[in-house]
């Protein structure tokens, strides 16, 4: 029997079978958010469900339509984007969440990864970005600009004061010990910001037998996503290099 029988199914993503992926933008600012809608409302494999002009608006749109993702603000009046995905996420299953912000190096970007944000978009980004960014989030994928993907990750582990880092480098390393071989393979892989099809490569894996790996490590490591799998990697790694 071969490695990708005994697998299993795999858990995380979406199928395409399932219809155009429904999409919330959440942005204060009304232009940005006809700019979005027009950009995604091109693509047919792609439905804008909402739109929010604010983080409360945002959070009740999403628990109301349950949008497969949402292109979430961080600045925005009477909840902010980093609140607003704290909120999501403590609701346990619900929709990928990208991080949309001016700046690559907000510190709230930091702490919207921390909470569970499946990654983040520079707002000056093509077109193009766009569109790929919601339909690799939906499959289970991580989406970081890709110019800052491994900067921002080490910013997250040498931004911590001293003590801190090093308490967090060893429960990370505790935490890697709960994975097997492979799957730890695979978890460094997806530190360094890898997707599944590359991984896949890699490690001659089929893309279906990786994503399986991927929830499986998700469970084992007790992540919201594969961002936070690869900010535990990164902390876990860069501390003891």
């Known amino acids: 029997m071969t490695e990708e029988e005994t697998v299993g199914t795999p858990s995380g993503g979406r199928a395409e079978s399932e219809g155009p992926v429904r999409v919330l933008v959440a942005d ?3 232009l940005v958010r006809a700019g979005l809608t027009l950009i995604l409302g091109a693509d047919p494999g792609i439905e804008v469900v909402a739109e929010a002009g604010d983080g409360v608006a945002a959070v009740e749109a999403a628990r109301r339509l349950r949008p497969d993702v949402v292109l979430m603000d961080i600045r925005m009046p009477r909840m902010d984007g980093l609140a607003a995905t704290e909120a999501l996420r403590a609701e346990g299953d619900g929709p990928a969440i990208i991080v949309l912000t001016t700046f690559n190096t907000d510190d709230y970007v930091l702490r919207a990864l921390r909470a569970g944000a499946n990654g983040f978009l520079v707002k000056d980004v093509p077109p193009t970005d766009f569109l790929r960014a919601v339909r690799e989030v939906a499959e289970g994928e991580s989406m970081l600009s890709p110019q800052v993907t491994t900067r921002l990750i080490e910013n997250v582990v040498r931004g911590d004061r001293s003590g801190e880092r090093r308490r967090r480098a060893d429960r990370a390393r505790d935490a890697l010990t709960a994975l097997t071989g492979r799957e730890r393979e695979v978890a460094l892989a997806v530190g360094e910001g890898r997707s599944n099809a590359q991984i896949g490569e890699e490690l001659y894996m089929s893309v279906s037998t990786v994503k ?11 992540c919201e996503n594969r961002v936070q799998v690869a900010i535990l ?3 876990a790694v860069d501390d003891a290099s």
């Open 212 to 222: 399986t790996y991927v929830s499986r490590i998700l469970a084992k490591l007790s």
């Open 233 to 235: 990697v990164r902390e």
């Open 28 to 30: 204060d600012d009304a």
